[in-house]
Each structure stands twice: as C-alpha cells, then as structure tokens.
C-alpha cells in the first residue's frame, strides 16, 4: 500500500493527474512489469550460449565493462571476446529491430485503421531483399550490402506513396495496393538476382531473405539503435493522435488533426526504423504484425499504451527467438523461421479465443 | 455566427449543389431538412472544409473558413456524423475524451479537467454507465449518443450534426432533441440535419429546407414547415394538421384513412345512440 503511494507521487510530479473513472495506473504498472521482463529476458540470454560459460563469469565480464571502476584485463580473454564482443551486441540488436518492427506495426496498424497490416505491407521489405540482392551480387558497385538495402528499402515505399497520391489525398485502399504493386516488383526483381547470381551468391541470399542475428556487432548497435530509440520516442509522443488518426479520416480533421500531414510523417518515420531493422537483420517476420496485438490484448487499444507495449514485447519476443536460434542446434537457425512458427499459432490462438474483442 | 453564402460544389462534372445561402445566428438550433440525396451531407463537408467547394464563401464566427487552420477550426466547431465503427475497441470514455484533443497541450497532454469534461459530457446525455464499454460493440443508437458526448465535450461555439437521431428509439431522439435545445439556449450555434418534419418544427428555432435545386425555404418552423413547402419536396405526400395547438405532420394516406374511420365510428355511433333511444 505504501509503495502504491509513493509510485503515485512520483507520477504526479511528473504531471500525471488521476481521476475516477479513469484508471490508468494498472497500465502503467503493465507497462513497468513490461520493461521489468524484457531487462530479465535479456540477463537470461546473455547467460546462454553453445560455448558453455559458467554464469558467474558471464556477469563478472558484464559487470567489469559496464561499472566505470571495473578492470576488463582481469578476465578470459576468450570469454571476454564471446560474451562482450558476440553476445552483447547480438542481444542488444536483437531488442533494437523487435523494438522498431514493433513499434511501426503499431503505427503503420493505427494509420491504415486495420489490425491486420504489418510494416511490410508498402513494400520495404521487397525494396530491400531487392537491394541487398544487388549488393550480393554486385559488391564492385555497392558500398555495402546494408546500405544499398537501406536505400532500396526506402525507395520502395517512396514509390509507393508517389503512386497513391492524387489530388493531394492518399487514400488508404489506394496506398495499399499501391504497396502490393511495388512489392511485388521488387519480388520479381529479386528473382531476377536470385536466376542470374552464382550458387554462393543465391545462398547469401536466401539466407538473407530468412534473417538473422548471425553478423551483429557493436557498429550495428551503435548504428541502428540511436535512431530507432529516438523514433520510438517520437512514435509514442504521437500515441494520442493516432487513436485519433485510427477513427477516419473525416474525423480526425474535426477533431483538428490534419490526416495528410500526421501520417505522412508518421508513416515516414515507422518507415525509417523499419527499413534500417530490415537492411540490418534481413526480414524476420511476424514481429510487427504480432506485437501491437498482445499490447492489444494487454492493455487496450489506448495507442499510448500500445506503442510502448507492443515495443517492449518486440523486444523480448526476438531475445527469446534469437536465444532459441543459436542455442537449439550447433549450427545456427534464421531467426525468422523461429519467429514464425512460434508466431503463426498464437495469432491463431487470438482468432478463436479472442477474434471478436479485437478484430470487432 | 455561420454564414454560407452562394456556395457551389460538384463532384467532378455532376453538380450536387450551386448557389446555396443561409445563414444561422448565434444560440440557434437550426435543421436542415430536405430529402435523400439532396446534398445536405455534402453541404455539411463543405462547410467543415473536409471538400473544397468551387465557388462561394462560409464564414463562422466572423472568419472565413478558408483562413481558418484545421487545429483553429476543431476549437471552434464539432462535428457528429452518420454512426460509423472504428477498428479498434476504444472505450466509451476514451472516445468521449478524444472530443478534448483540440484543447490539449503539453507532453503530459491530458489532464483532469479534459477527464472531468468527459465524464461529465457521458452524464449530462445519461450513458455513464456505458463508460467502461467498447465503442464499436454498442449499437448504432447508443454510438450515435457517444458521438454527441464527444460533440459536447469538444466544448465549441458550433456543433453540426448529420442525423443525430436516426438511429435511436422515440424516447431517445426526443431525449436529444432537449440536449439540443438546452446546448442552444447556452449560446451554442447548431445545424442539424434530420428527416423527421415533425422534430425540425417541433424543436428547431429556425428551419432550412432544400431541394436538389437549392434551398427552397428559409425561416422559422411555422413558416417554413407548411404543406406548400412539402408539397414541392414530397409532391403531395404531407398534410400538415393542428393538434391541441401543436402542428403536425401527417402522412396524407393516413390522415384521409384517419378522417374516414372517423366519420364511420362517429356515424356508428349515431346509430347506436339512436337505437339505445
């Protein structure tokens, strides 16, 4: 009870107000419980591994590189190389792409006002198998296979959204089509590179098109991560105009949220996470499509709730996949096979049991 | 407080509309009244901006609508349209509380005066206890009287309304039809759109009657609510009688059936009077 007390004064001096009738401290709590496992999960992971190191070294190593009075000569050097230089980094990208495939399902969900679309659906992904094809297949032209993923990602949705603009309007149906289209050149395309390339080159592809965790490094992280935590800060500041932007069009004008202006930038951001996840890690799907449903499920279609939610099971979802990927067999498994057999049967679990409270 | 004047609109070459005025003052309820496809929907978009009209002006409160900013204008007028169903299950509260995001500010956002304000809109239309529901699992009338609380909880000088009663039972559309008249008489400015003949004379301070050629009559009900003016939108339809000093609008069908049956049960009675003699 006095915990319960002093959790609340610090959220009213943060500026938080409470009202009957509007009790939005148990989502909070969620919320916290929510970060509290993902922090858990990723102890967990660091400690598992198919070089067997006792976890007492393992949290020796993690502690002596992150206190500042910690000594790091002390420890294996073996040790220190795989768990800090390997298992880390992998952890730590494994939360940045759950975190962003997440967090822009969420969104991309609320913009199109339809639970069932995923990040994908404009085509990044299709863009970006295609451009890191290119890069597989031609290295003498690209700077690198992430890069020209990246761009191509990009270009895709731009393409897209060029398409479905008439008049100063993008209409949702028109936008999604237009993203079946896109993507489904790019497919072709990819299959072009696929038909064309050497047998080493159509094996890097398609063990890129099935994702993985397999190359992650501390470049990655410092990449990716500062970019991705900066848009998920800025997605979830705009959690309240999306359940205004997710009740129509028409609607969020009278409510005075400019449609055209609000999903356009945020579309753009979602897109932007979206396509450096992808061009970093390859295409793992299921994440963004699944994620913002639990949250859903958890705490209500509130997209404040949601987009932080869905974020932080983003997160834990791909340690525990990851985890699973490197540790189940000595050689290891695209993450993406992982995340979508886990993932297809509880998204059918939802329909029967639950269809209903969310699909309406 | 509202002023349309000559206002054109098309969708592509069809013209739906040209040459519309009215005007509606400041405390009015006004309805709209006029039959299926006759634009008044369409007239509702173009004055809300969500349509850009060819030719014409709308000006509210003294602005002209084309300067007015999309935040500026959701502070000054709210809309309740034709019941429709989001994808999401937002609660009754939320949804009512969204009415408030045009007085938001700050990170924090939302504070207890726009929760008051919500409640408080959900008490004064008497769903409270549907807060906690989900929206899109309520009917098409219990959605309609949500909208209307989130009208009410925008707070704004102006309020249109498309058919705010059309969905609900008799005690409700008169119920609404009261919060109406009482938001008027606070110095809110309504347009409403309705069906009902009955309801825009009964209710209204003031009637607009359109067409598809325009606006056919322009007043307040006992003028403008006459069988003249029906007869030119319903061609011969309605007969307009007076009952214990309140107007109303009949079907001809039924008033001619009603007068029949009772000249029979009067000239029934006679006879049986006589015979009792």
């Not at chain 2, 549907?130 to 899109?136: I, K, R, S, V």
């Given at each position: 009870m006095a915990e319960e007390l002093k959790r609340l004064s610090i959220l009213e001096r943060l500026g938080y107000e409470r009202i009957e009738g509007f009790s939005e401290e148990r989502k909070v709590g969620i919320l916290i419980s929510l970060l509290a496992l993902m922090i858990v999960a990723a102890a967990i992971a660091i400690s598992l591994g198919v070089y067997e190191i006792s976890v007492i070294d393992v949290y020796n190593i993690t502690l002596a590189h992150l206190s500042p009075l910690g000594d790091t000569s002390a420890v294996n050097r073996l040790y220190d190389t795989i768990v800090w230089e390997l298992r880390v980094p992998r952890i730590l990208l494994a939360i940045t792409v759950g975190v962003a495939l997440a967090t822009s399902g969420a969104v991309f969900q609320g913009c199109f006002r339809n639970p069932l679309v995923e990040p994908y659906i404009l085509g990044v992904s299709s863009g970006a198998a295609f451009g890191a094809s290119l890069g597989i297949v031609y290295p003498q032209f690209f700077l690198s296979i992430q890069v020209s993923a990246f761009v191509f990602g990009s270009v895709a949705v731009a393409l897209a959204y060029i398409l479905a603009r008439t008049r100063d309007e993008t209409p949702i149906v028109t936008l999604i089509l237009a993203g079946v289209i896109i993507g489904s050149v790019f497919s072709a395309l990819v299959s072009i590179m696929k038909y064309i390339s050497n047998d080493s080159a159509l094996r890097e592809i398609v063990f890129w098109l099935m994702g993985g965790f397999y190359y992650a490094s501390w470049k990655d992280v410092a990449l990716v991560s500062p970019v991705v935590i900066a848009s998920f800060l800025v997605l979830w500041f705009f959690g309240w105009k999306l359940n205004i932007l997710s009740m129509g069009d028409e609607e969020a004008r009278t409510l005075g949220v400019s449609p055209e202006k609000y999903k356009f930038l945020l579309i753009s951001i979602a897109t932007l996470i979206t396509s450096l996840a992808v061009s970093t890690v390859g295409i793992i799907a299921w994440v963004g499509l699944m994620m913002p449903h639990a949250a859903r499920l958890l705490l209500g279609p509130d997209h404040r709730f949601v987009v932080p939610a869905a974020a932080m099971l983003g997160g834990t979802y791909l340690i525990v996949c990851d985890t699973l990927a490197r540790t189940l067999t000595s050689a290891e498994i695209p993450v993406g096979i992982i995340t979508s057999i886990l993932g297809a049967p509880y998204l059918f679990y939802l329909l029967r049991t639950r269809g209903r409270a969310i699909f309406g | 407080m509202l002023r349309v004047r000559d206002l054109h609109f098309s969708y592509g070459k069809k013209p739906v509309f040209e040459g519309v005025s009215f005007e509606v003052e400041e405390g009015e309820l006004c309805g709209l009244f006029g039959p299926n496809g006759c634009g008044k929907t369409t007239l509702f978009k173009c004055c809300l901006k969500f349509l850009k009209f060819h030719r014409g002006s709308v000006v509210m409160n003294g602005i002209d609508i084309t300067d007015h900013r999309i935040e500026k204008m959701a502070k000054l007028v709210a809309y309740v349209p034709q019941e429709h169903k989001p994808p999401f299950p937002y609660l009754v509260k939320e949804v009512v509380l969204m009415g408030r995001t045009p007085h938001l500010r700050g990170v924090f956002g939302i504070g207890r005066k726009d929760k008051e304000r919500a409640l408080n809109a959900l008490e004064v239309l008497d769903i409270?206890?549907?807060?906690?529901?989900?929206?899109?699992?309520?009917s098409g009338g219990q959605r309609q009287m949500v909208l209307m609380a989130r009208a009410i909880a925008q707070d704004t000088k102006i309020m249109f309304l498309d058919e705010p009663t059309s969905a609900l039972d008799f005690s409700n559309q008169i119920r609404i039809w009261e919060i109406m008249r009482r938001v008027a008489e606070e110095g809110v400015t309504i347009l409403a759109c309705s069906h009902d003949p009955n309801h825009v004379s009964w209710f209204c301070n003031k009637v607009v009657v359109m067409n598809r050629n325009g606006i056919v009559a322009e007043g307040a009900p006992h003028h403008v609510i006459t069988e003249q003016v029906l007869d030119e939108i319903y061609q011969g339809v309605c007969t307009v009688r007076s009952l214990g000093g309140t107007r109303m609008v009949m079907p001809k069908v039924v008033a001619d059936k009603e007068s029949d049956e009772i000249s029979i049960e009067s000239r029934v009675g006679m006879r049986r009077a006589a015979a009792v003699r």
């Open positions: - | 409270g206890h549907l807060a906690d529901q989900p929206y899109n699992q309520l």
